[in-house]
């Protein structure tokens, strides 16, 4: 069975018990569409445990996005001595927006760990891929963070930048491909704020699974073979 979640913003003993609940496999496969990190109390040990895992692929989501551009500047090569060079006005911006969006505690935890792990984790992170195709029977699947934001017809994914699929929202009001086995499932946009509740988003081919696992919503998890969906 192929499986795909979102948003788990380091809420690892929902992601383990999710794991129970749809009783994963090693012949099974996941993917997680990004935001792994920040809010949540565990997204160190999240990301460490998810390394391990060949049959789960992990997307790049604007969280991790903000983490790479702090952490590859300062949990690897900060020093006493060099603090104040490495400490300019932009990191200092960077860093207070990733603060303000959660991301205190994904800071500490990797400042916890020894330098060859923070290494390990930092280059675990920059390998998440920006998408993924997925073709599981007559359905087609792209699978992104956000969307494909600056959508025009007849625009190539591999035209698309990073902050058009893992930031800008997209329009669930505009069908993506004009093939209608095709979808286009994503996370990002948490769905209570689309529909009013925390549930699966459904609309014109659009399927958002971000059900708000870490802002008091639910960890969803969307079977792609059958189309059923699991909540906690």
Known sequence: MIYAMSDLHGEYEKFLAMLEKIQFQDSDTLYLLGDLVDRGPEPVKLLQDIAKRPNVYPLMGNHEIMALLVLQQLVLSVTPENIDEILDLDLMRQIVVWERNGGQVTMQQFQALPPAQRQELLEFMESFGWYETVDVGERG????????????????????????????????????????????????????????????????????????????????????????????
């Open 141 to 232: 699947f792209l699978l992104v963070h956000a969307g494909l934001g600056g959508y025009y017809p007849g625009k190539k994914l591999e035209e698309y930048s990073l902050e058009e699929l893992a930031i800008v929202r997209p329009d669930y009001g505009i069908q993506y491909f004009p093939d209608d086995s095709i979808y286009v499932l994503s996370g990002h946009t948490p769905t209570k704020l689309i529909s009013g509740k925390w549930e699966i988003y459904h609309s014109h081919n659009n399927i958002v699974i971000d059900c708000g696992a870490a802002i008091g919503g639910r960890l969803a998890c969307l079977c792609l073979d059958t189309m059923e969906e699991f909540y906690l």
